[in-house]
């Protein structure tokens, strides 16, 4: 079978891989707008209970990644200046190019070459492939050729803005404060032994008053540095293409048309409050991989490959717009006192009820139960 995939993120990278090691003799081509080393961003993360999830189809690529990871089991948060830990959360967290180095070097393996600097421009490049697989991210151009995949679009409101700082954080650490703009969140946890990913979000109120709508990259990077200047212990933050975005919402009715099929995050996206995005993609190339080996034809496998993941998707999709939306309304959760605001956190997806969070964060629990 002759294969292109379009797209040299995690999705894109991981499935040739999967496919070229699986099938030696398969002729797959790989196209990457990109160079090699592009990428903005810094650190991204798993759960442990991803990390699970994805060892247990290949735990070869696991146990490569692994040692590259910065590890923790708490997380914390800190609101009114009181530290609160929630304990049992356990994540790993590597850097987001490193990541990509890690992948295309299993790709390069298998005999896998990408073609970087190649951006597809139209369907007509990839006539006589028996299967197109779109993992060309967010923006997805294939994606956007096909009315047929029935793409839902939206934005949340709160606006985000990802830098990397030479501050070192124990955990995940979700810090809110107030200051004379407003409120603010900063999503911070190391991805390195010696750096960390910062994330500020604030609602549309804060980012008006504040003026961020006007300002260069530059000066937003200053004032929320400023904001955050305890937090950071007077650390700068760093800017990798740098800017306030909207976080996209990005869902497809169809998840094929003909021979293409799509994946990662052309195919959905899950926001970044709940650290799914890198394994939804991961998980959708071993999906697709499965799917594929499963069924004798093309259009059987692909809508296999629907009909099985679509419904796993759409719960952890659907969780992370429940998170979403509790982020959109942090600054009315943050009257509560720090451990009924912490308690709201844990528990904002609706995926942990009581009986499991008594039973991962014991500690917590005892001193939420002693507090109440």
């Known amino acids: 079978m002759k294969i292109a995939v379009v797209g040299g993120g995690p999705a894109g ?70 530290r609160v830990t929630i304990d049992g959360v356990g994540f790993s967290a590597i850097g987001r190019l490193e990541l990509l180095n890690l992948l295309q070097a299993r790709a390069a393996s298998v005999g896998v070459k990408p073609v970087f600097h190649r951006r597809i421009e139209s369907p007509e490049q990839l006539r006589g492939f028996d299967l197109v697989v779109a993992a060309d991210g967010v923006n997805s151009s294939l994606r956007s050729f096909y009315p047929q995949f029935q793409t839902q679009t939206d934005l949340f409101r709160n606006k985000f803005i990802w830098f990397g700082t030479g501050k070192i954080f124990d955990t995940l ?37 504040a003026g961020f709508g006007k300002m260069s990259p530059e000066e937003s990077r200053v004032l929320c540095e400023r904001i955050f200047a305890d937090t950071l212990g007077r650390h700068p933050l760093i800017s990798n293409k740098s800017v306030w975005r909207d976080f996209p919402w990005i869902w497809n009715e169809r998840w094929a048309h003909e021979n293409i099929v799509l994946a990662g995050d052309a195919l959905h996206t899950a926001h ?82 009581d009986a499991r969070l008594r039973e991962m964060s014991p500690k917590f629990m005892a001193r939420y139960d002693a507090g109440a």
């Open 13 to 82: 990278l991981y499935f040739a891989y999967l496919w070229k090691r699986k099938h030696p003799a398969a002729e797959i081509l790989l196209f990457e707008q990109n160079a090699p080393d592009a990428t903005f961003g810094f650190g991204v993360v798993f759960s442990d209970r991803a990390l699970d999830f994805l060892r247990a189809d290949d735990s070869e690529t696991v146990e490569a990644i692994t040692p590259h990871m910065e590890h923790w089991r708490d997380m914390t948060l800190v609101h009114r200046g009181e």
């Open 272 to 353: 970044f409050s709940i650290g799914s995005g890198t394994r939804l993609a991961l998980e959708d190339s071993i999906a697709l991989v499965k799917a594929l080996e499963s069924e004798t034809g093309v259009s059987s496998a692909l809508k296999r490959y629907e009909d099985e993941r679509k419904p796993i998707v759409g719960k952890i999709v659907n969780g992370s717009k429940t998170s979403a939306a509790w982020y959109e309304n942090f600054p009315e959760h943050m009257k509560q006192a720090p451990l009924d605001f912490a308690m709201s956190y844990i528990t904002r997806s609706g995926r942990i009820d």
């Open 173 to 209: 650490t979700q810090t809110f404060v107030e200051c004379e703009y407003g409120t603010l969140n900063a999503h911070h946890y190391r991805y390195a032994p010696d750096k960390s990913t910062f994330i500020v979000e604030c609602d549309g109120e804060t980012f008006e008053r």
